[in-house]
């Protein structure tokens, strides 16, 4: 349900989408990214995704928690609302909730995936959803299997619409991935990166899980012979975590994705991958020119991260809009709406608004690769406006006093994860920034604890 004053937001929102776009002429089409809705059945009751001890449970959620079911109904409510008519969807997983393994089966996990699947499908009717698996949506959690399992089998009956013909069906079968083709002509390469993940304890030894790598191979360069364009998606993404000094993959994992995307990028539109929650990006190069963009969309799940001796700030729901050239594409803008959770509560209403629009608010002229590439040098200089703006929009929005701060030592981290996917340079990126700050010798503490906390983590 929704109340009165979120219509209203709605149509003044959908009368500024009429005349700010009105007159462009290149065949443009929209599609929505969403992901990690991480679901909790258990939200006001045994509270199992919870961080901390809940009294207030919110309508549409809390801070600490991950959705109730009242959070997925009007996100999905409101990616309808806002842009019905779409070519398509990505939906890039995570849809269970953070609890241990002893809460969770194969058959929890698969009824959540069915929910979510029906919700999408009940608000968007034959649009096709390219979905790809999260982390947490594997039973149990994180430990995908390189071969075919109880949960592929049955998400496949799931997701039949949109991954078609025996070689797709095959191939969901045994890695969880597959190509499809919009009705534009784009063709979208799904894949399940949760494979890569260091906390799949099934994978790190093998030389290419369940043959991904030679798999995405082979379908790149069938897209280059064809003069294709590709839109890659996936949960866990490729490149350097900022806050841990280190990829979320396997170091050869990454290595191998990030050569494989520099390789084949002709031929790839655009990267779209969640899993971290806050709202990032990264941009690939080429002997330093731009030939790639990452972009990570913020999840619809409020939860905060607590692991010992660290919290993840809060931050609101949110859901993406992309919008692209038909012909070539490329990408032309991004609109990021986000709820208010806090409002949202109170007011007893999803509270949605539009959060920013790349183009306008980052005032870059489209989201290519060289214009993101120059927002990322703009926002290396100190006190960057642009760069007060991600901070903010990196945790979506939440309410100033919550906003914590990023010295230039946490700048530095961030920007030279923006410009550097892999290990080595961005270690030199970090390195040569803090040798030239005033930070140095906080920063020089935290490589030792990332390098000693890498070193613990490998055992
Ligand atoms: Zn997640
Ligand atoms: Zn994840």
């Not at 025996?166 to 597959?178: R, V």
């Not at 991958?273 to 080429?286: A, C, L, Q, S, W």
């Not at 183009?359 to 406006?385: C, F, G, H, Q, W």
Request: glycine letters at 6%; hydrophobic letters at 35%.
């Amino acid at each position: 349900m929704m109340g009165a004053m979120s219509w209203t937001r709605y149509v003044g929102v959908g009368l500024l989408f009429a005349i700010s776009w009105s007159a462009s002429t290149a065949d443009e089409g929209w599609f929505w990214h969403v992901t990690d809705f991480h679901y909790d059945f258990s939200y006001s009751g045994l509270d199992l995704s919870c961080n901390d001890d809940v009294t207030n449970h919110g309508t549409y959620g809390n801070y600490w928690c991950d959705s109730p079911w009242s959070l997925v109904d009007v996100s999905v409510e409101a990616m309808k609302t806002f842009k019905p008519d779409v070519d398509f969807i990505l939906w890039t997983g995570d849809s269970v909730l953070h609890a241990g393994d002893e809460h969770l089966s194969v058959d929890i996990n698969d009824g959540i995936l069915s929910n979510i699947t029906e919700k999408l499908v009940q608000e968007f009717g034959s649009t096709p959803i390219y979905a790809t698996y999260g982390n947490h949506d594997y039973f149990p959690s994180n430990q995908f299997p390189p071969n075919n399992n109880e949960l592929y089998n049955r998400t496949l009956e799931n997701w039949l619409p949109w991954i078609s013909g025996e070689e797709e069906k095959n191939n969901f079968l045994k890695g969880g991935y597959y190509t499809a083709v919009t009705t534009h002509g784009i063709r979208i390469v799904a894949l399940n990166t949760n494979l890569y993940f260091t906390s799949d304890k099934l994978t790190g030894s093998l030389h290419d899980p369940a043959d991904q790598f030679a798999w995405l191979e082979t379908v790149l360069a069938a897209a280059v012979t064809n003069s294709e364009k590709v839109l890659v998606t996936g949960h866990v993404p490729p490149g350097v975590v900022d806050t841990m000094g280190k990829p979320w993959m396997y170091p050869q994992f990454n290595a191998k994705l990030n050569d494989i995307i520099r390789k084949y990028s002709d031929v790839i539109i655009g990267l779209h991958f969640g899993h971290e929650h806050i709202d990032n990006f990264r941009v690939y190069t080429k002997s330093g020119v731009p030939v790639a963009t990452m972009f990570l969309a913020p999840s619809v799940t409020p939860w905060r991260y607590k692991i010992p001796g660290q919290t993840g700030g809060a931050h609101n729901p949110a859901i993406r809009l992309i919008q692209y050239d038909r012909q070539t594409g490329q990408h032309i803008n991004i609109i990021t709406y986000y709820m208010d959770l806090p409002a949202s509560n109170t007011q007893g209403t999803p509270m949605w608004a539009e959060e920013y629009n790349a183009t306008r608010d980052y005032a870059i002229d489209d989201l290519s690769s060289n214009s993101m590439n120059k927002l990322v040098e703009r926002m290396s200089v100190s006190n960057s406006p642009e760069f007060a703006n991600y901070w903010k929009w990196r945790v979506v929005s939440v309410q100033d006093e919550m906003l914590e701060g990023c010295d230039e030592a946490c700048k530095a981290n961030t920007v030279c994860q923006f410009k550097h996917v892999d290990q080595s340079p961005y270690d030199a990126c970090v390195s040569k920034a803090v040798s030239g700050s005033t930070y140095l010798l906080p920063s020089l503490m935290m490589v030792l604890i990332l390098a000693l906390s890498c070193l613990a983590a490998q055992k």
